[in-house]
């Protein structure tokens, strides 16, 4: 095993040497110049003609959405909370599904590739092929609110408002597993990509992490006074760094190696309206960390967001763009491309009349996406029906089982390190007579009488006690017995009675 690990990472490192693409950002020239100026306007007039057409804002009624791209970024699903769903390919404009549900819609998200996807509707969870025909009803997960799916498990997780947390395996259609969290409706989860562990935030302010394997948490930590709005974890720097925000204003970044204490945190503005209430957060694949609050989103880099700082206050600002009277809903940053997805709504109240303007817009963020993507693991823009198709089968021959999926994911195919046994523990539990005899105490005829007495003689001799007790308990309490004689006891004497008692007297005896 550990031969095999060692093959993989040299062969990684010559894979690394292909990669040519470099990711860009923005760069000062002056000290008193600042990233965060920069508009959009002016990032779109210094970028390629293909990065300024994805700029873009879509207006839509149903809202408010949420979003939800596949693994190579290509194509984009969208949730309304009124019904109104839909996939299609943003690059090309090219709309697959489009459904009218007519009941409520929380989440969305793709299976192992966009020709699936499932939608947490009202009651229970259903899944949809490419042109929007309904395949399943997973009529166990009932009132789901949040969707992940962990591509290399086949695993479709949901989280209720009834408190559970459920496995379902796509493949085979049967449900794995399903956990109790017992802390009450979950309206927040993510997944870290790293280890496939779920982290789940409830409405006491605390945060759990749970696999498969065991029926409790395996992490509880209490982030916030209030109630956990939104979780998401790192995985640019391998599930190292998770950030949370929370009902109470402030948005904190955590160490997943230690738990002792969040790294940094600051305070944000957070709307009242129902249905917006905290800021939503999303990492990119190098690292950036979206905030969407109200009024505004803001994107943060690191090292300066994962590096300890005491005092409570907001780290530099690498981007912010501005949401004027809107409530941020989704947060999405868009794989292999420099962009981020912000669904947002926002209520106007004109001649007495309420309106809401639900909009999805997608913003230039310079440094964010990595532009090497991984073929083998359907990360390429480009796929083919026919690459698709045999990535699917391959895919399904490589699936790892739940029981695979651990917080350390690099103990699976090492070698368990032996325990060392503590001579003393072991010394205490042997009997009397050879804890005296290795330490030299020991009387050969006294210590055996003695551990005659306390019941640690040979065997023979404990055996033989035994079988006496076992046989005055047995003669104590057959009742059955007695009551058969009780029946005998009479003056005729015959040839039966005879027999009985005898074998009766053979057995006593």
Known sequence: ??????DRKTRMEDVQMLNVGETGGMQVEGALERTWKMTQKDIVENVGLDDARSRSDWRLDGGPYACRYSRNGRHLAIAGRQGHVATFDWQTATVH?????KETCRDITFLQDHSM????????VY?????GVELHRLSAHIEPTKLEYLPYHFLLVSASNTGFLKYQ???TGQTVVEHRSKLGPCRTMCQNTWNSVIHLGHQNGTVTLWTPNSPTPHVRL????GEVTAVAVDGSSSGRYMAT????????VWDCRNWKGCLRQWSVRTGTAQGFQGAQLDWSQKGMLAVGSTNSVNVFQQPTITSMHGPLATPPLYMAHPTPRSQTSSTRFIPHRDLLAISHSSSSDKSGILTHDHVISTILVPGSGNPNYDTAEGGDPHEGSKGRREREVRSLLEKLEPSTITVDPEMLGGLREEAKVDESLVHRKQPRFQRLRASGKADEPDAMQEDDEAGTGSADEKG???EKKRVGKMRGRDKSMKRYLRKKRKNVIDEATVRFVGNLDGMVC
Do not use: C, P, W
């Not at 996807?117 to 229970?124: L, P």
């Not at 209490?222 to 006074?225: C, D, F, P, T």
């Open 1 to 6: 095993m550990e031969e095999g690990r060692k």
């Open 97 to 101: 599904a489009e459904l009218q549900l």
């Open 117 to 124: 996807f499932a939608v947490a509707q009202s009651k229970y």
């Open 127 to 131: 899944m949809y092929d490419l042109n």
């Open 169 to 171: 395996d796509i493949s």
């Open 222 to 225: 209490l982030a916030h006074l």
């Open 245 to 252: 925000s929370g009902a109470d204003g402030r948005v904190k």
């Open 464 to 466: 033989t006690v035994l």
